[in-house]
Nanobody
Framework: QVQLVESGGGLAQPGGSLRLSCAASGITFSIYDMSWYRQAPGKQRESVAIITTTGGTTYADSVKGRFTIPRDNARKTVSLQMNSLKPEDTAVYFC???????????WGQGTQVTVSS
């Protein structure tokens, strides 16, 4: 059974930091490109950050310089380190894994991040 389980969401003040984690099971993690997406109320889900199987990263313009996406293949985890948080970062954050060997594409259940004073 494939599972992507997010953790680490919560409430942060503007300018603060949060670290999200996504633990994968049931997949060969090292062959999956891993991503974080977010969806704010009334808006479409958008890509925040991607890390490929070879460690290449891509960030949305809105988070460049503030967020990083490290992965640990041995632990089968991908994280999202979020610094200098802004109220507009408030959203449900989802972990996504996309296989580079097949069409398999998996989502976590999401974790709420709220940035407010």
């Amino acid at each position: 059974q494939v599972q992507l389980v997010e953790s680490g969401g919560g409430l942060a003040q503007p300018g603060g930091s949060l670290r999200l984690s996504c633990a994968a099971s049931g997949i060969t993690f090292s062959i999956y490109d891993m991503s974080w997406y977010r969806q704010a109320p009334g808006k479409q889900r958008e890509s925040v950050a991607i890390i490929t199987t070879t460690g290449g990263t891509t960030y949305a313009d809105s988070v460049k310089g503030r967020f990083t996406i490290p992965r640990d293949n041995a632990r089968k985890t991908v994280s999202l380190q979020m610094n200098s948080l802004k109220p507009e970062d408030t959203a449900v954050y989802f972990c996504n894994g996309k296989s580079t060997w097949s069409t398999n594409n998996y989502w976590g259940q999401g974790t709420q991040v709220t940035v407010s004073s």
